[in-house]
T-cell receptor
């Protein structure tokens, strides 16, 4: 249980185009999903917190018009990188926090997707 | 804002030696979580500590949460090659707060 998928797993796009990344919780409902960015050999940097049915909360320094987040349902959140540039190339990872408290009896853990590697040429 | 500091950044140990990584928060935490990320993989949840002074064990891994709920440690006894990876602590202030990750400790095992 507690599986999170991401699609695509990797994508190469040209500078100036937009890329959409999907994050799905496969066997549980998630009130909250998080989007992280990870550069090579570095830690996870929280970009935004996504709550179903409401606007995402962006971290300081993250452009909300560039990184569009839509949390359409309790199992799906999408991140769209608009007008991508080479400096946007990174590993994007989503995580989901379960709605219910029945998974392992824990309330606040997150389950991570496998990540999406974005390369902008 | 809340900061989570983790040391060391890197650790090389001989196989069979012990390993410890430490995590310190600038503020009191409601809970702390530990994750492991294998090279090329994504973070995998290991454990969550909630109570002051809590100690939990998972086979060769021992997790501790400080009395003040501002620091934590992960200790691995008799490391094996399968322990290779980056270990992240992640602290949460209040229950609905975002989770802040430490920079991670990259463990490398020398055969």
């Amino acid at each position: 249980g507690a599986v999170v998928s991401q699609h695509p797993s990797w994508v190469i796009c040209k500078s100036g185009t937009s890329v959409k990344i999907e994050c799905r919780s496969l066997d549980f409902q998630a009130t909250t999903m998080f989007w992280y960015r990870q550069f090579p050999k570095q830690s996870l940097m929280l970009m935004a917190t996504s709550n179903e049915g409401s606007k995402a909360t962006y971290e300081q320094g993250v452009e909300k018009d560039k990184f569009l987040i839509n949390h359409a349902s309790l199992t799906l959140s999408t991140l769209t990188v608009t007008s991508a540039h080479p400096e946007d190339s990174s590993f994007y990872i989503c995580s989901a926090r379960p709605l219910t408290r029945t998974i392992g009896g824990l309330h606040y853990e997150q389950y991570f997707g496998p990540g999406t590697r974005l390369t902008v040429t | 804002g809340q900061q989570v500091m983790q040391i060391p950044q890197y650790q090389h140990v001989q196989e069979g030696e012990d390993f410890t990584t430490y995590c310190n928060s600038s503020t009191t935490l409601s809970n702390i979580q530990w994750y492991k990320q294998r090279p090329g993989g994504h973070p995998v949840f290991l454990i969550q500590l909630v109570k002051s002074g809590e100690v939990k064990k998972q086979k060769r891994l021992t997790f501790q949460f400080g009395e003040a709920k501002k620091n934590s440690s992960l200790h691995i006894t008799a490391t094996q090659t399968t322990d290779v990876g980056t270990y992240f602590c992640a602290g949460q202030g209040n229950r609905d707060d975002k989770i802040i990750f430490g920079k991670g400790t990259r463990l490398h095992i020398l055969p």
